[in-house]
């Protein structure tokens, strides 16, 4: 497709219960990364991945979460026994190249699943 | 986590009117950018700056890179409905790699004014 695309749209989970949240990023993009967007606030940074390689992952704010692009292009984010704090939009960005300047480096953003924890 | 000071928070607006916000950091950025979130939707890439000093236009759209590089401004020249929608600014510390994650701002939300 022409843009990045997220799967779920929306998902509701009860607490406790494990979601998976896949990101296709545009094709042959090198770079992916994985935001969280809390009501009202600016997306914060999880972790970036170059191709299959996850090289940061300092914004995952517990164990809990996981993310893998094994493959080098889709990504999954995957969040274990949810609490309610996890409820966010969580979006996914991808960019053409690694080291560019300007526009090779624009971040292009999915439209977000929206996670809801009971 | 670590998030610019953008401001306003939130503005009405009439048409036809211009409309300015802004964003500072306590840190140095190598680039600064505004995107546009409209609701249910991801952010979308309004202006990149990629220079202190920078003065870079989109339509009606004028963005600034501070010569500090701490700061940036956004100004809309002649307001339409269809500009209402959050803005963010945000940073990027470095070029490539992780150093590319962006630091958003909270967001200023554009409305009309009843």
């Known amino acids: 497709g022409a843009g990045v695309s997220q799967s779920p749209r929306y998902k509701v989970a009860k607490r406790g219960q494990d979601v998976a949240l896949r990101c296709d990023p545009i094709s042959g993009h090198v770079s992916l990364f994985w935001y969280q967007q809390a009501l009202g606030q600016g997306p914060e940074f999880l972790t970036y991945?170059?191709?299959?390689?996850?090289?940061?992952k300092s914004g995952l704010p517990s164990d809990r979460f996981f993310a893998e692009r094994p493959e080098g292009s889709v990504s999954t984010l995957k969040i274990q026994r949810t609490q309610q704090e996890d409820s966010a939009v969580y979006l996914c960005a991808s960019s053409q190249k690694v080291g560019g300047i300007g526009m090779e480096e624009t971040q292009y953003f999915g439209p977000g699943t929206r996670l809801l924890v009971l | 986590g670590q998030q610019l000071n953008q401001s306003p928070q939130s503005m009405f607006i009439q048409e036809g009117e211009d409309v300015s916000m802004n964003c500072t950091s306590s840190?140095?950025?190598?680039?600064w950018l505004w995107y546009k979130q409209e609701p249910g939707e991801g952010p979308v890439l309004l202006i990149a700056?990629?220079?202190?000093?920078e003065l870079t236009s989109n339509g009606r759209l004028t963005a600034q890179f501070g010569i500090t590089r701490k700061d940036s401004f956004l100004n809309i020249s002649a307001s339409i409905p269809s500009d209402v929608g959050i803005y963010f600014c945000a940073g990027q510390r470095g070029y490539g790699g992780s150093q590319g994650n962006l630091i958003f701002g909270k967001g200023t939300k554009l409305s009309v004014k009843p």
């Open positions: 840190s140095i950025f190598n680039t």
């Open positions: 700056l990629y220079k202190a000093g």
């Open positions: 991945f170059q191709n299959e390689a996850q090289l940061d």
